[in-house]
């Protein structure tokens, strides 16, 4: 078995990568010239290959040898895919059709994507949401994602390959330290580090299902050794809801220190709550999610300040 990790180099596929090289499976990253060089030295032992996404036009001379994709690569994020729907869609949607593609023709047996459990239901109707609750998206990305389920679904349902679509929730973890533009627990910890204000978008009523780095990865790898798992669409969270409000007080807490906080206007994209059932494919795998907010956040702060406490 070798897995081609396009898109490897960030946090989810770092993590992916050091989990499946503890398992002794074997894998190669993908990814562009400017993420791998900027993490040279977190993936200095593993198989890297310059890979331009979105340009997915010479990439399948690559994939040969490869039994199982992996698909992390993306150009945008929630608040930027509204700077311009036009180009999320472009960037996104049609590469990853010609990424799957590219995998079919290059003979691999399973795809899967990673997808978004805070953008693909919109604002759902009950919570924690299930997978079928999926289908009205209030930002550009949510529906770029949606899209792409929804293609990697049509494929798997012609016979072609195995599709998988994994919905992630809010994953935090140490690689978000090194600068990433996403990962409000980090860039919080940081800021508190520093006696800085938070910044806040909107009042802090905002709920999301906030699952370390470490719990997602495995997630990853179990779907990736886990033969027999159905195509489809899973959620991988915690199933608990925590408030940006009852987040800061939780990093109060572990930190011991307080620094103000500063309320912005609220985003339209932002989704009111959101957290995940995750039974389905805990219930079909070996998977549960892992340590608590509390253990993960209080790690994370103890890798950040060290012996300067």
Request: charged share 20%; hydrophobic share 40%.
């Amino acid at each position: 078995m070798r897995v081609a990790i396009v898109g490897g180099a960030g946090f989810i596929g770092s993590s992916i990568a050091q989990l499946l090289a503890k398992e002794e499976i074997e894998f190669g990253i993908f990814d562009t010239e400017e993420k791998l060089r900027k993490h040279t030295k977190l993936l200095q032992s593993y198989r890297t290959t310059i890979f331009p996404y979105p340009d997915v036009s010479d990439l399948d001379r690559h994939l040969n040898g490869y039994a199982i994709l992996v698909h992390l690569a993306c150009t945008t994020e929630p608040e930027s895919s509204m700077e311009s729907m036009i180009y999320d869609a472009r960037t996104n949607i049609v590469p990853s059709l010609e990424l799957f593609q590219a995998a079919m023709d290059a003979g691999m047996e399973r795809i899967i994507f990673s997808s978004s459990g805070g953008t693909v239901y919109g604002i759902p109707r009950t919570l924690p949401a299930k997978e079928d609750d999926a289908g009205n998206p209030i930002c550009a990305y949510g529906v770029s994602k949606l899209s792409i389920e929804n293609y990697l679904g049509l494929y798997a349902n012609s016979g072609l390959i195995k599709g998988i679509s994994l919905r992630i929730g809010n994953p935090y973890g140490l690689f978000q330290f090194e600068g990433t533009t996403i990962g409000i627990v980090a860039h919080f910890l940081t800021a508190i580090s520093k006696g800085n204000e938070l910044q806040v978008w909107g009042d802090g009523s905002i709920v999301r299902d906030y699952i370390d780095i470490d719990s997602v990865a495995r997630a990853f790898v179990t779907a990736i050794t886990s033969s027999s798992l159905p195509s489809g669409s899973y959620n991988i969270g915690t199933g608990r809801g925590i408030s940006i409000n009852e987040l800061i007080e939780l990093l109060f807490k572990v930190t011991g220190r307080r620094v103000p906080v500063k309320y912005n206007k609220g985003r339209s994209f932002d989704v009111p709550g959101i957290y995940l059932d995750s039974s389905r494919f805990s219930s079909l795998t070996s998977w549960r999610p892992g340590i608590p907010p509390e253990e993960g956040i209080r790690n994370m702060w103890n890798h950040l300040v060290g012996d300067k406490q």
